[in-house]
């Protein structure tokens, strides 16, 4: 079946596009979703799945195939992707498994909420802005459950304009070598901050920035866990390079010690951790025994960044301060840890590099590298 025309296989879904956007490129990212729903199952012994905007149903299938999804929910808003996506799914899975809606995303989260029909893990693969499921992706979530949420609206989050981020996430993005990174922490926050609402908290799984969209898997709690450590504001010195992070109950103590500070400041943000080191670690064993290289060197770059300050600079950034050609960014990154600093990459950009030293310390060690 895979040889017909139009039909395409991923890992063990065979699907048909049809009409619905599907970008083969993008596996790596489904691929962490199944194993977040994988190691769910594994430790809770079952796993109900809300696919809220299916597509053609590819993750769906997946969920159901390699994750052992228990039931499924699949839903897309666009009645005329339903010859689509029933074939896919009728071809793989037995109707009393998943039932397929062509509703408003908002109106399933009620009626989970109304019915008390909470789901695992719930699948938001939105195109544009996510600030509109936000709040009400939670209405649909069980206690302990996942939600995996897309952003493809990246202007808004790295603050182009700035005044849009105001009026989407409560927050101020402004321009600096690291706002990818700042992007995944606005987008943590503003769901942190709503859960809150709730009386409710999120746990971050996993933070992923694929170049073009952000994604974030989290696990919903029963307490809030916003803090004063965690939530907060990142400065930027324009003149010397340099980051420094503030709670709110800190901002009157912005500043700077270079000759000509030139500080910008954005958030409120999440400050916590990226990455839950263990479900990494979790998820590192099962990519292993199915064999998913590109996934166990991702996996690496991301608990390598999870113990570092919440930015990261880039070579280019370093180089055209020193005025510098700079080595490989291993071989700075090695340089560094030999000088007593931490330092790893990050995922987030191929030139990144997370360290605790600050730009005068790099520009040094690079310089006599």
Request: hydrophobic residues 35%.
């Amino acid at each position: 079946m895979k040889n017909q025309p139009n039909w395409h296989q991923e890992e063990k879904a065979k699907f048909q596009v049809g009409q619905a956007f599907y970008n083969p490129r993008t596996k790596y990212v489904r691929d962490l979703g199944v194993l977040a729903a994988t190691a769910y199952k594994q430790a809770h012994g079952s796993l109900k799945v809300l696919d809220t905007l299916a597509g053609c149903g590819v993750r769906s299938l997946r969920y159901y195939l390699e994750s052992n999804a228990d039931y499924l929910w699949v839903n897309d808003g666009n009645y005329q992707l339903n010859s689509t996506i029933q074939p896919n799914l009728s071809l793989t899975i037995a109707p009393e498994h998943f039932q397929l809606t062509h509703q408003d995303a908002h109106r399933v989260f009620f009626h989970c909420y109304q019915e008390r029909d909470y789901y695992d893990l719930v699948d938001v693969d939105c195109f544009g802005s996510a600030v509109p499921y936000l709040n009400t992706m939670l209405w649909a979530t069980k206690i302990g459950g996942l939600m995996y949420l897309t952003c493809t609206d990246g202007r808004t989050l790295t603050g182009h304009p700035p005044e849009q981020t105001v009026q989407a996430y409560n927050a101020i993005a402004r321009s600096h070598p690291a706002i990818q990174e700042q992007a995944l922490r606005l987008l943590i926050g503003a769901t942190q901050q709503q859960a809150a609402t709730k009386g409710l908290g999120i746990e971050p799984i996993f933070s992923l920035f694929t170049g073009q969209t952000y994604r974030v898997m989290l696990r919903l709690v029963s307490k809030p866990q916003l803090t004063a450590n965690n939530y907060g504001f990142l400065a930027y010195c324009h003149h010397c390079g340099n980051y420094q992070t503030y709670s709110w109950r800190k901002l009157n103590k912005v500043g700077c010690i270079c000759k000509n500070p030139a500080i910008t400041v954005s958030g409120a943000m999440w400050l916590g951790k990226l990455h839950d080191e263990q479900q990494l670690q979790r998820f590192q064993t099962l990519a292993q025994e199915w064999n998913w290289s590109k996934i166990i060197k991702l996996l690496n770059l991301m608990q390598g960044e999870i113990d570092f300050p919440p930015y990261f600079y880039t070579l280019g950034e370093i180089g055209n301060r020193g005025k510098l050609d700079l080595p490989k960014r291993s071989h700075l990154i090695k340089t560094l840890q030999d000088r007593g600093y931490q330092a790893a990459a990050t995922h987030i950009s191929p030139e990144g590099i997370k360290t605790d030293a600050q730009m005068e310390n790099i520009i040094a060690i690079a310089t006599n590298i």
